[in-house]
């Protein structure tokens, strides 16, 4: 016979347990204590086999009726209601470990072990600090599009386009990665294309004018602050190397006798090794700066507070903004010249010239070859081509430098 709701609250505890039927296996325990709970009895696979449903008053009688008819339903479908529970149990437990920044620190220290820059690990760890903010402690699998979005707007309203479109690329990534390691389903980012504010591309500041660079080169020369900052403006023209690679360069990476820098693949953009040629303009500005940085194992270390260099300005190397800072003091604006310009003036000076071929330029400069069959086809150095292009690119900028004539290209010399 089924209970009522007065026979339930009126049922007293007993010295050992027992048990109220209200039929179709739904039972009401009592302790001895005088606790109740609700328990459903059934049999699934040839086993009697028991459901907690939960404790009264707070499961009312009605409240335990409905879960028993759910697990009716299940066992009618042939799904254990028992198993059923633990797996919901286990995946809401999993989803609440699997927050969005759990996944995005996962995502980090497989970039760590997969050997990533440092600069490029600390600017991936910044902009998932930006998505944590209000993502962070929520459930990959639950966070929403617009929760993204919203995440996104609010680095926007700080006037950061730029950023706020890596970032969405970023937050991209850590839902892929959890999609492959089966802690998402969709990656909520797809379906903001396009509902970000895009940002003003702008070019790197370069002068490309001939005339005009020279005068820079001439600016360079006659620098009076810092060494290492004035052998580094020149060994960017120079060398025309990644501005971050320069300034991180370590007296370790130069082979002077062999007249090599070999840019380290951790610090390289490519991710492999990048040797450069030396030419000889570039070996006596490293000789004269090796016995002033050598100690430091930097080649260009930071400037200490009394104005010494080295280890006492905490084993760093100068900073982008002191290049570009003795660009601005010596009166070049920010629109006219960066530490990037040097790649820029290079990279368009050499093509002009038609004296090398376009690979052996790519090559000089880094460059990935975007075509990716061409590039697996492509593999050689050029050294022998890079050595003369170096050679000749360090007597070009000492013909700038020193005001000659310029004299016109004539294209498709090599």
């Known amino acids: 016979m089924a209970l009522t709701d007065t026979e339930v609250k009126a049922a007293k505890p007993s010295e050992s347990k027992r048990k109220l039927s209200d039929g179709q296996g739904l039972q009401l325990l009592i302790m001895p204590s005088g606790g109740k709970s609700w328990l459903l009895a059934y049999r699934f696979g040839g086993r009697q086999k028991s459901l907690a449903i939960g404790p009264y008053p707070r499961v009312s009688l009605r409240d335990a009726r409905k879960r028993r008819d759910e697990a009716k339903d299940l066992l009618d479908r042939g799904i254990d209601p028992a198993a059923q529970r633990k797996l919901e149990r286990l995946t809401t437990r999993q989803s609440a470990e699997n927050t969005f920044g759990g996944i995005a620190d996962e995502l980090l220290g497989k970039k760590r072990r997969e050997g990533k820059a440092s600069s490029t690990l600390a600017k991936l760890e910044w902009l998932f600090g930006l998505a944590k903010e209000s993502l ?69 500041a370069a002068i490309l004018d001939p005339k005009g660079f020279g005068a820079l080169l001439r600016a360079i020369e006659g620098y009076a602050g810092q060494p290492t900052t004035k052998a580094a403006l020149q060994l960017a023209a120079y060398l025309f190397p990644r501005p971050g690679e320069l300034r991180q360069a370590e007296w370790i990476e130069f082979d002077l006798e062999a007249r090599i820098w070999t840019v380290p693949a951790s610090r390289a953009k490519m991710r492999r090794p990048h040797k450069v040629p030396i030419p000889s303009q570039a070996l006596t500005i490293l000789q004269s700066l090796r016995p002033l940085t050598e100690r430091t194992g930097l080649v260009f270390p930071g400037h200490g507070r009394s104005g010494g260099e080295g280890r006492r300005a905490g084993h760093r190397p100068i900073s982008e903004n002191a290049l570009n800072g003795a660009l601005r003091r010596m009166g070049y604006a920010s629109e006219e010249m960066s530490s990037h310009g040097f790649r820029a003036v290079a990279s368009t000076l050499l093509n002009e010239s038609g004296k090398f071929s376009p690979d052996a330029i790519e090559r000089a400069l880094a460059h990935q070859d975007k075509d990716s069959v061409r590039r697996a086809y492509a593999r ?29 290209i004539e294209a498709g010399k090599k």
């Not at 959890?178 to 504010?197: E, H, K, M, V, Y």
């Not at 050679?391 to 005001?403: T, Y």
């Open 380 to 408: 050689g150095e050029f050294w022998d081509e890079r050595v003369r292009l170096m050679d000749w690119w360090a007597d070009r900028i000492d013909a700038m430098r020193d005001g000659a004539k310029i004299i016109p």
């Open 136 to 204: 962070g402690a929520r459930p990959i699998a639950e966070v929403t599009a617009p929760e993204v979005l919203a995440a996104l707007q609010a680095v926007e309203r700080r006037g950061r386009l730029e950023t706020a479109k890596r970032l969405r690329a970023v937050i991209g990534e850590a839902f892929r990665f959890a999609i492959a390691t089966g802690r998402a389903s969709t990656d909520p980012t797809f379906a903001l294309r396009g509902a970000l504010t895009s940002p003003v591309v702008r070019h790197r």
